[in-house]
Every structure is written in structure tokens, then in C-alpha cells.
């Protein structure tokens, strides 16, 4: 079978998912505001592990079920449809992505010590590239943390800062400048001259682990921290954030369609001036428009993850894209769901207000989206300058045009 | 002078007012997500007296300036720049829009007895309407709750929600259905039968309260707790819902400046690509995309406000306008502020994200605004209709047409 | 090989279309507001059948190229980057969804005689189905042209109205109610009782044929005339809408591109405050929006021709969505295009007010978007309703839930 | 009487001006899509100065009514209901704008040979500004016509583009670059070295005189040529650009609410799905969006007019931030009633898709509405940083804040 895998299997695997997002993760939720208890998660996770359907995207060898990345977003989407879901199947960000980076660059070793337990969540870990302006933030070239060479090993000084999941990491995969561009390492939660410093507190609260601050003084590390190769960092954080910006995406999409299933329910239940809501034309355009980012959504990310199974660039480049519109697009399916439920949607009653504060930080976060505009219109002039530059180059060869 | 008042004195209160949100209030403002205590809140509105800067909106022989409604903008505004501050300056809802109505519709023993607590904030009151499902809320027709004469005074039965400041307050301004449509009674806390409950937690913070059920078992009054005459109880909820949406505009409209000038204050700070981020056209876009919401809602309200002091009718139609364009506007301009701030923007290291609790349930108070746009929708064909039926008249009458 | 096809195949198809269309269309077309001249059309249709690109989408038995629905859309989008090009390729509406038509439900002897002249391009065609109001027009249930039975065939009355391509058409599918639903007859150009009447100018112009009233005046046609199976019709006419809104998207979608193509030059050539206009972040955001815009389109299109090929109610779903999306999303990349280019969008120097034109009829063609966002309303309604339905005789059976 | 001179007269004026609309000037409107004949206007006029509507702004002495700016805009509403109206009444733009700048900076002579005749509507003016990219557009600043002082007169040389209303002109404005800035000068039509040039056709077809070329090659003119001072034309600039900017808002505010009316009928006549259009909430959701977008649009023209009589910096501000919302509030309002009325929305039996060529040129006339956020956001930072600045400084000087 090719990319999707066998599709009887995959549509298995989906039902499954959302029977057990339903029935086990669901009920299982913290109240809205407040955060999943950590023994819970594992109870959680164990239940998944033996309901098959823990860690859908990561190889079968390090325990996963092996999904190629062009069937990861119906899974990911049914994850998403609690906003522990994701943590309690082991698909989310940061440890998605940084399996996902370990699986694609890691030396053998590296994948023995860091993608196996990672893989079986036995630890937790974070990506720690972000740092205080005016360092690495929309401009990941602003890079300020350093990395020089010392006694066959390296030493790394600077500060990081919105680390997602710092606190309780067991290791760390560290972007910092080194000679001939960035070089990325692995540091175990530990060494000395890492420390986890102060907790940024923002409008997530589904999951612990919070985004910290993380200082490296002096902190060294052996030759064989750098993962894969030196000086290749910034090209490998490109490898990263593609896949990890779709996987935002989906997750999150997810999300969205919980909030529109929470509103039309509520419009199924509510009258108002004698109709049932759903029945009214005013909720009917929010619906629809909610429907309609929805589905523009799932599509964009269908294309883009085809893309980048098959065309790193292009997969880049509509990653890009997916990111915008998918980010944008949930916050306002929330938005709306909120407003279809009226009093009660921005009260504790329904989570709808707690969603918001999940998805509201993805239209800044992997890159605002505004950075990502000025790419995108960046890479749409240059195209169409080789465009005309060839047709031109045509003309004078041939005289075709 | 006419109905603005004295412009010098106008122009030293604004003045004097936003000197004391921003010497006095500001920093005494609780944490974001965190509440005001009510000790805190005293000794500021002792302060406020003192700076006479209090409650501008009432009466002077109430205690208040006696500002009229078309000055109260810019004053209500710089109130709002705190979240905090109009509570302070004692114009917060719902106390601010239950003054207006005893002002007038009170007799002279309710304004005695009710008004003048209120104005001096000895007591603090509540406005209770709206009803669980399927009784009044975006429909006012459609009122459960009841009162009926019994023994030279009512018995009010019936169940009342989301009532904003119930939790303390001195006496609730009650909305039940009487014989011939509806009634206002005055019921003091205490009265038997009354029963402040459960607690609704909403995205607000800032000001204590909560919304409350209010519940109402057997609740007997006296034959002078109607307040004006009886079964005008619509007549009167359109009296005090015009300004009471219009005053709700010009605070959450200081609330958006206050976080447009937050965002003001990072673009000039902040550096990305090389420039100042106040210098990149995808930042300028969201500050001007936001000073044009702010400038009209600016106009709308003003717009209004001349109008509901000289042509009730008109006053109504354009608060509903007002309310909608401006709840809109307003959760904008805290949405791009906070996509100004990036990271932080999201974070408690800066108030936004909480002024996006404190204004998202403005889009769905006072009637959701789905509710006003049919409404809006509604009036414009009616108006249509007329307006062609009196040309059709004028030309049957004499062939001009 | 599975629906796409050979890849490379239908990549040299795309890329042999592409360079048609900018070597022989776009030099031919017409100046901004006027119409494409018949025989001119004619001679650009010889070149595109020696070239080997033309009717792309029909079987080959009827001398098309036989490209699955699925492999259709750049195909489509290349052809309509020009305004002219899909009726030069001969895949333009309304032939293209007839020749659709009669390839699924035509008998034997219907294709020979219809789909085989409009496939070689020796005829036009024209679908006669929306009606002066009170009829058939957002509500095709409103249908009031009939057909009776009579001497062995029938007798069709009723008038029709905003017929595309009427004027010239040798042939018009009709609609019309019948004892038991509703059937669709082959008419042809010449009947006794069928007279084309005025024809209503609209803000299109490339391509001729107009939009007329057509009406039916006791018109007699023989049994063979019923396309199908008779009280079919509104059924067909699913068959026939899904895909026809689909390649509608398609079509001017490509004509988006060309918009952004436009714009993208004067951007680079432009120069402003200093800076090329492609350098300016208020004009990156506008492209920016733009390619988001035709992406998110692009994947809509391509998910909804999947449906379209597997599962037909999925397909009808979707095609409402993709038209909704893609037909704002179009008008919307003009219009960013005509702002890109100043003063010069707005006149006859460029072509983008004419595409306006071309444009903006497809919010409203094919069921006004307001129509379908009810639809799309009203169906993710029922969907949550069934799927709550099914959880619940799940739990009940099971206890599971 | 204050600025807005009697409310009774104004209101007996607006009335009447509405009747002659009405009852004279809509009658006589060309088909969709064409011009007013020459002659044709001419009669309308004699009909407006019998009516005692003609020239609503222009001063009492040079025989308009004399209406202070606070007063113009419900004046130039109802005279833009009619797409012809404001030529009918005299306060076209250029002439309009022409006329105001003449009156606040013409010299007496200037006054009597020019503004007369213009005021009489005996000759057309045409302001000539804007060049062939890349001179002076979006950036007057890139001013590249030049004018040098020759024999006691002038001398002017260079190319003009878009100049409306040039053909026909009885005199051109002409901004040129001079020794120091650059002045305004006063040129006869006839005058040799100024020729007009080709005519550059754009969406608006209501009233004649086209935007077109204008050449000036050793165009010599007098002293006396000079309107005011030299030197001085970009501050006059900005006199004749924030109220010419606001009366376009004006004009064209009249036109969305004629197409909101066009939509209101309709929507009164029209039935779907068993209901009148108007009661369809989605058609509610439009005509509300409409109703919205037009009272913002009026207020904040009313707030803008009221600074640029008192106030000509924070008048000019305004005039940018009204500039861009009602441009695009007005596109939006043409663009929802053409959606209202499905397809003869853009069918030339509605007057519909023309206004919206009426309109839309409007969002980049006048400099673009993307320069316009520019400036808008480059003001509010510098605003900010002043405020900021002065805040220090008190703090400072008394340690207050």
C-alpha cells in the first residue's frame, strides 16, 4: 500500500480514536480553566496504549502505529476534539514535533536514548529556540544564545524564553549560534548550568508544563549533543516547523469542530421568537460560515501534508499558508460558537471561553502570522518574477510568445 | 448654557478625570484575571470624591456633576481606559443605568429612598431581567416571572439569571409580568422570599459581583415598590436600555484605547527584520485598522447620544446600531492589540488577553447582537415601507411623481 | 492506472495548456468589455484541437481528452486564466455540465444526436431551468413551467428566464414539472412554441451568448425528447449542479490567478515612498491575502472533486461549501488586484474591472451563496442531530457511553 | 445663528432638495452604464437654481446658498442619491473642491474671474495633480512638473494623468514643483502648451468629462497665475484635500443609501422558500450590515465636518480615517444590495453593478486607502510617543505620576 496506509485500517484506527476521545477522554476532562492532573494523564495514556490508539504518527518500532504524515489529520483532528486529547494519545506539540525532528536527523544513538523514551512517554521534552527580544522570536536569524567549542564538547550561554513544556522536560533540544550558522543539541533536564527559570502564564491552562523561561550559563555539553550535524540548525528547524505548524493546525481544527458540535446543540435545545435557534437565519450564517472555515481547513491541510510527503519546499511553503488560514480560521469557529450560545458561552457553564484561550496564542505562536504574510507575499513575488524571467527567456530562444 | 454644558469645565473635568485614572486607578488595578476587593474600591472612591471626578452622570443635587447625556463620552471613556474605573468613579453598570431610570421614573420617595444611596454608593444594586431558558433574555416578551395584587401590594414568583453586581446588593430593580404586560418593582436584599443563588463565572474579572441566579418564592412587597406606574414595565426597560447599552459603548470603548495604546507602546519598543515593528506595514495595518474602529465608535456614540437627549425614537434606533458596531469594534481592537504584543499578548505579563474577557460578553449583553441586526433589518424595511407609501400617498395626492 | 490518470500525462497536458492559452488565447482576447467575436472563437478552437488540448474533460469516444473529474482542476484554472479560454477549450458553462449531463443520464441514441455535435463543438447548448420570479430560482421547487402528456409526447408551457448562452444555442435541456416531480426534455432551437426573447445584459462580456428569457408557448416534443427518465428532474438536476458549481470554481479561479498575476507585476514595477510597491507591508499583506485566498481554494476544490468522484452526497455537500468559499474568495483576489494597481484597476488600461464583472455574478449563479449558507446550516444541523442520536442508541445498547 | 446656520431653513432645504431629487433629477438619470448628455445637465440646472437647490456650499455672493461644511452633509447625501445629482446641483468634485480652495485662497481678482464663473456653473475647473508614475500619486512628494520663473511670469512643463472632469475644463489648477515646494497656478484652457491628452476610461460612466492626460510643454503663464502665494501648494494641498476627501464621503454615502432602497424593495416585493426576502434572517444579516455601515459612515462625516471647521489638524486626521471607512463602507453597502437582489443585481434592469463602478474607484482616489493606514498609524504612534513623552515630563518636573 502507498502513503495513506490501508485505508480499511486507517478508518479503523479513526473510529477507534473517537470512540475513546469520547467515551474515556471526555469524561475524564479538568473543569474549564484549570489543568489536567499529571496521574491522570498517565491513567489516561495507559488506557489509550491499550486501546491501540497512542502515538498514531510515531514508527512502529519505537512503539507507535506508524501513519505516514498524509493520514495523520483525521487522527489528529479526532485527538483534538478535547483539548487533552492530543497529550493523552502523545501527539502533542512540543514532543510531536521533536519525535518527529529525532526520527528524521537523529543518529542511531540519539534515537536509542532520546526518540524510544520520549516515544513511550516515559519523559517529556521541550524545543527550546524562542528567546527574549531581541533575540530568536518571528526572526529566528535574531538567534543570541551561543554554542562554542570547548574541550571536545561544547558550551552553550544565552536565555531562552517561552519554552512550551520546560517545567518537568527530561530533555531539551537547544538552538544555538555556532561558528558556521545555529547547531541544535540535545541537553538532559540536569546539567548543570541549565536552569528552568520563571513560568510565563498565558490563556492555556488544559495542559501542564507551562512556557518557561530556560537559562544556559556556562552549561556543557559532549560532542555528541549535537544532533546530527553541526551547523545545520537553521535548516533543521525548517524540518521541524513545517510538519509542526500542520500538526498545530489539526489539532486545534479539532477543537474547532467540538465548538461548533457544542453550538449546534445548543441551537438544537434553544428557542427564541418561536423558533428553534437553529432554525433562525442569523444563527444559520454563523453556522454556515463556521462550517465553511471548517472544511477549508481540512483541505488545506490535506493538500499541504500530500505536499510535504512529497515536495519539502512546496510542503513548506503551503505549511506556511495552512498555518494563517487554519489559525485564523478556529479562532473563529470559537468566536462563533461562543456567540451561538449567548450568556452561557462565556461562562464557566460550557468551555467555550477556556477554548479561546487555547487557540487564541496559535495565530502568534510557530511565527506570527504576520511574519508569515510577509513570507508568503515574499515568495509570491519572487515566483512570479522566475515566471516572467523564463517566459522572457523562452521568448528570446524561440520566439514562442 | 445648553445641553453640553460649559465647554471650558468640560474640557478641566476630562482633563482632572484622566489624571486620576492615570495617577490614581492604574496603579492600584488588580492583577489581570484577579478582582478589585471591596476594601480597595472604598478607599479609591473616597479618593475619587475628593478629586471631584465622581459620578459624572448624576444629579447634582444627588452628589453627582450633572453632566448631561452628549458630555458624557469622552468622560465615560477615560473612566473605562482602567478596567476598574468606572466602578471607581461610580458610572459602572448596572448601578449607572438603574440611576438613570429612578431619575426618570422614580417618584420623589424612591429617588429619596433608592437614588440617593445609590449616588452617595452606600448601597450598590442590581437590574434584574433577564431569565433562564425559554423565559425574556434576547426576547424581553418572552418574561416568565410574575406579580400579582395581593392584600394592597405583589407577590413576585419566578426565576431570574446572569442579574450582574445581585451578589451585595442593596436592592434589585425587578421585571415581572403583571395584567396588562409588565411591571418594575423595587425589592430591597432581605425581602423574604428573595433569594440571591448560584453564581454564573463569566471572562470578566475585573469588577466584583459575579451574575447570579436571583430567585423569587412568595416574595410579597408593598403597593410602593412599583417603580413609576404599573404595567409600563416595556416602556420602561426601553428607557433605560438605550443609554444603558450607549453608556456600555463609551467605557469598553476606554478599555480599547487603553489596549491600542498598550500595543502603541510595544511597536515602539520592540524591534524585528531591522525596523521598529511600528514600522512595518503589517503593523501599521492593525493600528490603523484600529484607529478607525475606535475613531467611529467615537462618532457613532456621539451620534447617538444627541439623539436619545432629543428624539427618543431615533435615540433607540441608533443605540442598537451604536451597541452593535461598537461591541465589534471594541473586541478588535483588543484582538490586534494583542496580536501587536505577540507572545506577551497572550501572557499575564500584560492585561490583554483579560480585557478580552471583560469585552467579548458585550457582543452578547443587552441583546445579543443578532438580536439587534434583525431588529436593525426590521425597522430599516418598515422604514422603507412607509417612506414609499407616503410618496405613493404625495402622488396620488398631486401627480409630482 | 487509478481516476488521475497517467501523472505525466496529465502534467504535459497541463503544461501544453498553460503554454496555449499565453501563446495563442491571451494574445486573441478581446479589450476589457467587449465581446469575443464567433468566428474569431471558432479559429481559436482549431488551434486548441491541433494542439491537443481541447474539451479536456469529455470521453475520448466523443473526441475530448477523457481527464476524470478528479484531474480537471488545473486543467480548469489554466483554461480560465483567461476569460475566453474555457470556451476555446470547449469546457465552458453551459455546455460543459450539459455534455456532463448527457454523458450520465443521455441514451444511447441522446448522445449520439446532442452530446456528440456539442462535443466536437458544432453546437451550442443551453440549460433552461430558472424562471421569472415567483419560479424556479434559489428554491428549484418553485418550478412552474410544465409539461403534460399529449399525443404521444408532450406539451411544454412556461417562460424561463436568465438562460446563459440562449441566443445561438442549438439545443436547450429544459426543466419542467410533470404529474409526478419534476423531467428535462432536449429541445431543440427551431421548435414551434420555443421563442428566445429579450436578453438581459449583466456585468459579463467575454464571451457571447447573453442571458436570455426563453419561453414556451404550447411547444410540442416527442417521447425520445425526455432526457432520461421522465419526473427525474430534480434528482438530474443534483447530478448536474454538483459538479457544474465545482467547475465554475475552478474556471475563475484561474481567472483569480491571473488577477494576483497582474497585481504581482505592477508591484515589482512600482515604485512608492522610496520602495517597490512589493516591498511595502500594507501592499504584502494584500497579496498575501490573496494567495491564502486561492490556496484555500485550490484544496477545497480538489477535496471536493474526490467527494464528487466516490461518494455523491459528500460531493453535493462540499460542492456547496467550495462554491460559497471559492466564489467570495474570487471576487475578493480581484479586488485586492484592482487595488494593487491604483487608478489603473479601475480603468481600461487593465482588464481587472471587466474580471469584476466576470466575477461577481457567482455569488449569486448557482443558488445565491445566502441559499446555499442555509443549506450548508440546516445539513450540519441534521448531521449532529443523527450523530447524537446514534451515540445515544449506542449508550442505550451498550451502556457505553 | 451659529456654524449650522438655522435648523429650520436647513431642514426646508434638505427637504426640498430631497423632492427635486426625487421628483426631477431621478427621472432623468441615464441608462445604467452611459452618460448624461451635456445639454441634458444643463436644463436639470436651470430646473435646481429655480428650486433654490442649486450650489448648497458655495457663498451667498457667488450666488450658492451659502451652507457652512457642518451643514453640507446631509445636503450632499441626498443630492449623491441620484448618481447625477451632484453635478445637477453644483457640488461635483473637482468643481466643488476647486470652488472651496479658490474661496479660501484665491485673491480677489482670482475670486471674480474664477470662482464666479464656477459658482454660476458657466465654465468647468479640473484639479491637476496627479502624474504618469513615477511622479506624484499616492506621494505627492514625487511632484515632477515644474514650473520656473520666466519674464515675469512662469513657465511650467511636465505631464499630468487621471485628471477628471480635463476634457471640457474652462480652467486647470496645476500643482508644480518650484524653487522652493510648490505652487498652485491657475491655467486658462486655450492656453498654448497645455493640451489634453488621451482620456483614460474607467468603471464610472454617470457624468461626463473623463479622467484624462494633461500635457504642459513651455506652457507660459503670468504672475497673476499664481493661486495665493508661491510655495505654498503642498500646505493648500492639504486645504482643498481634507474637505474634498470628506465631500466625496458625502456624495457617494448618498449613492449606498439609494442602493440599500434598490435592495429594500426588492427584498419587499421578493418571495423565497415561502417568505418575503425581508424576513429571511440572512437577508436581515445584510440589510443590517448595510443600515450599520451607513450610520457609521454618517457619523463619523458629521464628527469630521465639526473639526475642520475648528480644528484643521485633527479635521485632516479625521478626514483620513473617514476617507478610508466610508470608501469601503460604501463598496460594501453597493456590493450587499447587488447580493440582495440576485441576478438582476447585476443585470443592467437594475442600476446596481454601475454604482458600484461609481464607487469603487473611490477606496484609491484621493490617495489609496492603504496610504491613508499608513499615515493614520504613523500619526497615532507619534500621538502616542508625544503623550508618553509629556507624561515623563510631568512626572518628572513634579514626581506626580
Not at 502507498?2 to 475524564?28: H, K, M, N, W, Y
Not at 486529547?85 to 544513538?109: R, W
Amino acid at each position: 500500500m502507498s502513503a495513506t496506509g490501508d485505508p480499511q485500517q486507517a478508518d479503523d484506527l479513526l473510529e477507534r480514536t473517537r470512540a475513546f476521545i469520547r467515551d474515556t477522554v471526555i469524561p475524564a476532562e479538568p473543569a474549564p480553566g484549570t489543568t489536567l492532573d499529571a496521574q491522570e494523564l498517565e491513567r489516561l495514556r495507559e488506557l489509550a496504549r491499550a486501546a491501540g490508539v497512542y502515538a498514531p504518527h510515531l514508527p512502529v518500532e519505537y512503539g507507535g502505529i506508524g501513519l505516514p504524515i498524509t493520514a495523520w489529520s483525521p487522527i489528529f483532528q479526532a485527538a483534538g476534539y478535547s483539548p487533552i486529547g492530543p497529550s493523552v494519545l502523545g501527539c502533542m506539540a512540543p514532543d510531536e514535533g521533536n519525535a518527529h525532528l529525532l526520527e528524521k536527523i537523529g543518529t542511531p544513538g540519539q534515537k536509542h536514548d532520546y526518540l524510544g523514551p520520549l516515544a513511550r512517554g516515559e519523559v517529556r521534552s521541550a524545543f527550546a529556540m524562542t528567546e527574549p527580544h531581541p533575540g530568536a522570536g518571528s526572526d529566528p536569524e535574531a538567534l543570541r544564545t551561543t554554542a562554542v567549542e570547548v574541550d571536545g564538547g561544547w558550551r552553550i550561554d544565552g536565555e531562552k524564553r517561552y519554552i512550551s513544556g520546560a517545567e518537568g522536560a527530561g530533555f531539551f533540544i537547544v538552538m544555538a549560534r555556532t561558528e558556521h550558522g545555529a547547531t541544535m543539541f540535545l541537553v538532559d533536564a540536569g546539567t548543570p548550568g541549565l536552569r528552568v527559570g520563571r513560568d510565563i502564564r498565558t490563556t492555556e491552562h488544559a495542559i501542564a508544563g507551562g512556557h518557561s523561561h530556560v537559562h544556559f550559563d556556562d552549561c556543557r555539553v559532549g560532542a555528541d549533543a549535537v544532533l546530527g550535524e553541526p551547523h545545520e540548525g537553521f535548516r533543521y528547524a525548517q524540518v521541524r516547523l513545517g510538519p509542526a505548524r500542520l500538526t498545530h493546525c489539526m489539532r486545534w481544527l479539532g477543537l474547532a469542530r467540538r465548538s461548533l458540535d457544542i453550538a449546534l446543540d445548543r441551537a438544537e435545545s434553544r428557542e427564541l421568537f418561536g423558533s428553534r435557534l437553529r432554525d433562525l437565519g442569523l444563527a444559520q450564517a454563523l453556522i454556515a460560515d463556521s462550517v465553511i472555515d471548517i472544511e477549508a481547513s481540512d483541505a488545506l491541510i490535506a493538500s499541504c501534508a500530500t505536499a510535504l510527503a512529497t515536495d519539502p519546499r512546496e510542503g513548506a511553503r503551503l505549511s506556511s499558508i495552512a498555518k494563517v488560514f487554519c489559525s485564523e480560521a478556529i479562532v473563529r469557529v470559537v468566536d462563533r460558537a461562543i456567540q451561538l450560545c449567548g450568556g452561557d458561552g462565556v461562562s464557566d457553564d460550557l468551555p467555550l471561553a477556556s477554548y479561546w484561550g487555547e487557540v487564541r496564542p496559535f495565530r502568534i505562536y510557530d511565527g506570527a502570522n504576520e511574519t508569515h504574510r510577509w513570507a508568503i507575499a515574499r515568495r509570491a513575488s519572487s515566483a512570479r518574477r522566475r515566471a516572467m524571467a523564463a517566459d522572457a527567456d523562452a521568448a528570446a530562444a524561440g520566439g514562442a510568445a
